[in-house]
């Protein structure tokens, strides 16, 4: 890459049934994501969720995890999204990275062997070390929970 970003090298395997399709790709040279494809043929009905054979296995070196993203144009589209956004793959996972989708949408919706289904982005992770004191310092903020910052539309 030229714009200085460094890579980080990821070992995976093919398997049988991931045998002809591409490998997880870039699509442009500012995309943070790569888009994996479905190495099966499926319809994920209104509602239903499947989890989406790849056919890769994937050694994540230690220190990162891949997150699994939804591709936004099958969430705007076709309501196509990942139910638990994102979707993290340790790097001690050995098994077939598979996709789950959820349906969101209306209609049934066909996923063909080589669809992009997916985005996965490398990302570093660091390890918390719980400090547990019997006092937390004041902010503005405090204990305010969900929508306590403000940023509420009128409609009207």
């Known amino acids: 890459m030229s ?5 980080v090298a990821v070992r995976l395997k093919r398997l049988p049934h ?6 997880p790709d870039y699509a442009t040279d500012g995309a943070a ?5 479905s190495a099966e043929d499926v319809t994920i009905s209104p509602g239903a969720r499947h989890a989406v054979a790849t056919g890769l296995t994937l050694a994540i070196p230690d220190g990162y995890e891949i997150q699994v993203r939804p591709r936004s ?7 196509i999204s990942v139910p638990n956004a ?3 793959i340790d790097s001690d996972y050995r098994g077939e990275l598979k996709i789950i989708l959820i349906n969101h949408g209306g209609e049934p ?3 063909a062997r080589g669809d992009r289904v997916a ?3 490398l990302a570093p992770v660091v390890r918390a070390a719980w400090d547990e004191v019997a006092s937390l310092d004041e902010t503005d903020r ?3 929970g969900f929508g306590s910052t403000g940023g509420h539309a009128r409609l009207g």
Request: aromatic share 2%; proline share 3%.
């Open 86 to 88: 994102p979707g993290t």
């Open 3 to 7: 714009d200085g970003s460094s890579t």
């Open 33 to 37: 994501g790569m888009d994996v494809l």
């Open 109 to 111: 919706f066909a996923i």
């Open 73 to 79: 144009g099958l969430a705007l589209k076709h309501g």
């Open 18 to 23: 991931g045998e002809g399709l591409a490998l």
């Open 119 to 121: 985005q996965l982005v």
């Open 142 to 144: 405090g204990a305010g």
